[in-house]
C-alpha cells in the first residue's frame, strides 16, 4: 500500500448560496475577532463572485497543497509520502492543576476534537483554508455544524467536490475524531467517516511555537504549538505522519492560580 501523509484541521466544502451565520460567541476576548469574522466572510463573498466569470471551476487536487510554515519550520514531511487528506480540528485541549499550590503549572492532559473535511477547500481555496483555525474559535462548540453548514453553502465548488467534502444528510463533511488513548498517544480515528482513511495512534516528532500573530483562543489564550507526529504500530490506511499547524488558542495560563484541578481550553488547528 501506498505510504501516505494525513494532516489534521477543521473544514467544510461548497456549493453556491448565500451563508445564514450563527451567533458569534460574545465573550472571545480577542479585540479583533469581529474584524476578522467580517475579513473571512467578506472574502468569502469576492470568491463567489470570482467565480461567475471564471471558465473553469477549480480541481481537488491535495498536490496543489503548500505546507504552511512557522518562523521555525518543522521538519518536512518523510521522501515518498503523498498528502493523504486536510481536517479542520475544533475541540479542546484538556489539562490538570494541582489546587495546593497556585504556582504550580499545568499539566497538559490529552485533548478531544471533532475533524471536518477541509481538503478541498484548503486545496482550492488555500487563502481561506488558512483562516478556517482562527475564524472557528469565534463561534461555540455547539455551533459548529451551522458554522461549516454556512460556509459550505457560500464557495463555487463543482459537483465532482461533493462526495469528497459533503456527508449525504448534513452540509458539512466529518472526518473523524481526535482524542488521546493515554498520556502519550495522540489517536486519530478516521475510519468512523464514509472515506475510512484509516487510524492513526501516534507519537510526537517535533514541535515548534505557533507564530506570533496567530489566531487567540476565546479568552485570548495563545495558540498551542505546531507539532510533527510519527504514527505507530497499528496504524492503518497507510498513514505515517500528521502534521497540527495552523492552531488557535488551547494554551493553557501560565499558573494554577485560581484554576480548577481539571480544566479545558478550547481550540482548533489544521
Same mark, same amino acid.
Request: hydrophobic share 40%; charged share 10%.
Given at each position: 500500500?501506498? +505510504?501516505?501523509?494525513?494532516?489534521?484541521?477543521?473544514?467544510?466544502?461548497?456549493?453556491?448560496?448565500?451563508?445564514?451565520?450563527?451567533? *458569534?460567541?460574545?465573550?472571545?476576548?480577542? #479585540?479583533?475577532?469581529?474584524?476578522?469574522?467580517?475579513?473571512?466572510?467578506?472574502?468569502?463573498?469576492?470568491?463567489?463572485?470570482?467565480?461567475?466569470?471564471?471558465?473553469?471551476?477549480?480541481?481537488?487536487?491535495?498536490?496543489?497543497?503548500?505546507?504552511?510554515?512557522?518562523?521555525?519550520?518543522?521538519?518536512?514531511?518523510?521522501?515518498?509520502?503523498?498528502?493523504?487528506?486536510?481536517?479542520?480540528?475544533?475541540?479542546?485541549?484538556?489539562?490538570?492543576?494541582?489546587?495546593?499550590?497556585?504556582?504550580?503549572?499545568?499539566? +497538559?492532559?490529552? #485533548?478531544?476534537?471533532?475533524?471536518?473535511? #477541509?481538503?478541498? *477547500?484548503?486545496?482550492?481555496?488555500?487563502?481561506?483554508? +488558512?483562516?478556517?483555525?482562527?475564524?472557528?474559535?469565534?463561534?461555540?462548540?455547539?455551533?459548529?455544524?451551522?458554522?461549516?453548514?454556512?460556509?459550505?453553502?457560500?464557495?463555487?465548488?463543482?459537483?465532482?467536490?461533493?462526495?469528497?467534502?459533503?456527508?449525504?444528510?448534513?452540509?458539512? #463533511?466529518?472526518?473523524?475524531?481526535?482524542?488521546?488513548?493515554?498520556?502519550?498517544?495522540?489517536?486519530?480515528?478516521?475510519?468512523?467517516?464514509?472515506?475510512?482513511?484509516?487510524?492513526?495512534?501516534?507519537?510526537?516528532?517535533?514541535s515548534t511555537p505557533a507564530p506570533e500573530a496567530a489566531p487567540r483562543g476565546q479568552q485570548g489564550e495563545k495558540a498551542v504549538a505546531w507539532l510533527k507526529l510519527i504514527?505507530?504500530?497499528?496504524?492503518?490506511?497507510?498513514?505515517?505522519?500528521?502534521?497540527?499547524?495552523?492552531?488557535?488558542?488551547?494554551?493553557?495560563?501560565?499558573?494554577c492560580e485560581g484554576m480548577p484541578e481539571a480544566f479545558e481550553v478550547q481550540y482548533a488547528a489544521q
Open positions: 500500500m501506498r +505510504a501516505s501523509l494525513f494532516l489534521s484541521a477543521l473544514s467544510v466544502s461548497s456549493v453556491m448560496a448565500a451563508p445564514v451565520l450563527p451567533e *458569534i460567541n460574545a465573550n472571545s476576548a480577542h #479585540a479583533d475577532s469581529l474584524k476578522k469574522v467580517s475579513e473571512y466572510f467578506n472574502l468569502l463573498a469576492v470568491k463567489v463572485q470570482q467565480s461567475k466569470f471564471e471558465s473553469a471551476v477549480p480541481t481537488c487536487d491535495l498536490s496543489k497543497v503548500a505546507m504552511p510554515q512557522a518562523p521555525s519550520p518543522l521538519p518536512a514531511p518523510s521522501f515518498g509520502l503523498t498528502l493523504r487528506h486536510v481536517a479542520l480540528g475544533r475541540g479542546t485541549q484538556n489539562y490538570t492543576c494541582d489546587t495546593t499550590n497556585s504556582s504550580a503549572i499545568p499539566v +497538559a492532559n490529552g #485533548a478531544v476534537a471533532s475533524l471536518f473535511n #477541509a481538503s478541498c *477547500i484548503v486545496s482550492a481555496y488555500p487563502d481561506i483554508g +488558512a483562516m478556517l483555525s482562527g475564524v472557528s474559535m469565534n463561534f461555540n462548540l455547539s455551533d459548529l455544524a451551522s458554522v461549516a453548514s454556512s460556509i459550505a453553502k457560500s464557495l463555487p465548488v463543482p459537483p465532482s467536490f461533493l462526495k469528497q467534502t459533503l456527508a449525504p444528510t448534513s452540509g458539512m #463533511a466529518v472526518s473523524g475524531a481526535h482524542y488521546f488513548t493515554n498520556a502519550s498517544t495522540p489517536f486519530f480515528n478516521m475510519d468512523a467517516s464514509q472515506w475510512k482513511i484509516g487510524e492513526a495512534p501516534c507519537a510526537k516528532n517535533n504514527t505507530r504500530p497499528g496504524a492503518t490506511g497507510g498513514l505515517q505522519e500528521v502534521y497540527r499547524v495552523e492552531t488557535a488558542g488551547g494554551s493553557a495560563p501560565e499558573t
